[in-house]
């Protein structure tokens, strides 16, 4: 009796853990939180910083947003401009093209600037380091 009750212990241990899982994936891709480009102009809305000089609070939604009066504040463009570009810690650029670059264009925007100004203050660290070679 007591080894049925650990094997239903056992199978439910599994699925807790693929629910919790699961609720961190649906959370970045939930649609509220993805961040929306301005064709026209590259502008990006991001809800989770908001547009403050439209007057537009953080955390609010693309959706939120009163199609009518909303512009675009660098261009003007109206809503339809605007396309889903996904959450801010998605990959950068085209879905077929991410496997390629050894890795580097699943990065995302962020860790790219990481990698880029990192390694331009490392070579620049190199440099300055050829001074002490006398």
Partial sequence: MSDEIQSAESTTAPVETIAEASSGDEQSTDP???????????????????????????????????????????????????????????ASGFEENLNFGLGVNRLTPGQKNVLIFGSMALAFAFFLSLYSLR
């Fill in 32 to 90: 509220r939180t993805h961040r929306f480009e301005c064709r026209s102009c590259g502008y990006v809305y991001d809800p989770d910083e908001g547009v403050k000089k439209v007057g537009i609070q953080a955390g609010t939604a693309f959706e939120d947003l009163d199609p009518l009066s909303f512009r675009c504040p660098v261009c003007r463009s109206r809503v339809a401009a605007f396309r889903d570009i996904g959450p801010r810690t998605k």
